[in-house]
């Protein structure tokens, strides 16, 4: 069993079915777009609205998406990883709620992966974020989310779409 500095960057490879059955280094698996597992969380507050956020990036005109996304390296559940993301973005512990919404494959990019989400919440506490990770955030309501995907879809993840369409948000 390997120890878990061993792990750290290791990431488990899945077959079609989303199991596990080979552990890779993460540069690896990200290089060869090897299938392997991820989480997505929505992040909701007590006024029922959902956060999105722009990740810092070298793009000039990032998209607004969910708050958190991570891959599962090995050793980690899908429900660990979302708390560890929450952690490191939100500074958000783990008595947060969490409940997870579904896990399906998704195409990520041109890279096959089991994508795992989640909704966390609702967070009540101070809200604040990691400023090396996260450029801006914003938290929408229902009708406004509606208005923003009417308006101005391009300014979403593409995720974003889909997830409203599954009802997965309110």
């Known amino acids: 069993m390997l120890n878990e500095e061993a792990r750290k960057n290791l990431v488990e490879i899945t077959d079609n079915a989303g199991l596990p059955f080979l552990l890779m280094p993460e540069h690896i698996v990200k290089k060869k777009k090897m299938r392997h597992r991820i989480i997505f969380v929505v992040l909701k507050d007590k006024k029922n609205r959902i956060l999105f956020v722009k990740k810092k990036t070298s793009e000039t005109n990032p998209l607004w998406e969910f ?3 991570g891959i599962v390296f090995a050793g980690e559940s899908a429900e660990g990883t979302a708390y560890k993301e929450l952690q490191e973005n939100f500074y958000i512990d783990d008595s947060i709620k969490m ?6 494959p998704y195409l990520q990019g041109d890279t096959s992966v089991t994508a795992t989400v989640f909704r966390a919440g609702p967070f009540s ?7 090396e990770k996260i450029q801006d955030a914003m938290f929408v309501d229902k009708e406004e989310l509606n208005g923003l995907l009417a308006y101005a879809p391009d300014i979403f993840n593409p995720i974003i779409t889909w997830a409203k369409r599954a009802n997965w948000l309110f």
């Open 67 to 69: 708050p958190c996304y």
């Open 99 to 104: 409940h997870e919404i579904t896990t399906l």
């Open 125 to 131: 506490g101070t809200f604040r974020y990691n400023e």
